[in-house]
């Protein structure tokens, strides 16, 4: 299997505690499927540094970074080494302050095939709404909504998820709620669990203007708070 581990954005602040994340992460991942991977990170600042402290993990064969300041996908979508990404079975895209709690990798590629799911995310514990962490463990939902924390993804399922995203609308509000608008298949596997470990720094304000523009480039014309976000479940 060709793994890559795609940090969708890192830098200040709190970039102490966002590398002990990191390299929680990286250890669990090579513990988990006992194989070198690979990994793509997206710095906005600090790159110096990230770069450096990336060098220690000797089971990561490749190393890519990208520095651009910027908010999240001002910085993901301009990555000029995203088309390195064709050649990978699989890849963990994740925000800089989620921490891997309970994950295995082989487990949640084998619900993706089962189930034909394109946008795969663990249980996330402190994120946003409750339909990512407040369901029991043994169930795997099939989601209109899944907020963006951490998610497996094939290649195609890559280029499907940063299609409907835009440079514009930086912080990506909105559009974890029109998945099911895109009939993309989407879902959260309880059994596997990730810790949101560091308080949001959104501008929310802006968020929202930005997500507004962005609603209306769509010509979306719903109410987004009215999606019913779980539409079925199963027992896994």
């Not at 596997?189 to 990730?194: E, G, I, P, R, T």
Request: aromatic content about 16%; proline content about 3%; overall charge negative.
């Amino acid at each position: 299997m060709k793994f890559i581990y795609y940090l969708a954005c890192i830098g200040s602040k709190n970039l102490d505690k966002k590398l002990d994340i990191l390299s929680a992460n990286l250890n669990y991942i090579y513990n988990d499927i006992q194989c070198k991977f690979d990994i793509i990170v997206n710095c906005y600042d600090n790159y110096e540094v990230v770069y450096d402290y990336i060098q220690q993990f000797d089971f990561i064969a490749n190393k890519w970074f990208y520095n651009k300041p910027g908010i999240l996908t001002e910085v993901y979508l301009t990555n000029p080494h995203n088309a390195r990404l064709s050649k990978y079975d699989y890849i963990l895209f994740i925000l800089d302050d989620v921490k891997i709690q309970s994950m295995n990798i082989n487990g949640m590629i084998a619900l993706k095939q089962k189930y034909n799911i394109e946008i795969l995310s663990p249980k996330v514990i402190n994120s946003t709404h409750p339909f990512m962490y407040a369901l029991p463990d043994n169930l795997l939902t099939f989601n209109n909504a899944v907020e963006i924390y951490c998610l497996l993804l094939t290649y195609n399922d890559f280029m499907r998820y940063t299609s409907i995203n835009t440079v514009e609308n930086t912080w990506a509000w909105g559009v974890d709620f029109l998945f099911g608008h895109y009939n993309i298949r989407a879902g959260v596997c309880f059994n596997y669990n990730v810790l949101h470990a560091l308080p949001s720094n959104s501008d929310r304000s802006n968020a929202r203007e930005l997500m507004a523009k962005y609603l209306k480039q769509i010509n979306y014309t719903g109410d987004i708070a009215d999606i019913v976000t779980v539409t079925g479940a199963v027992n896994v």
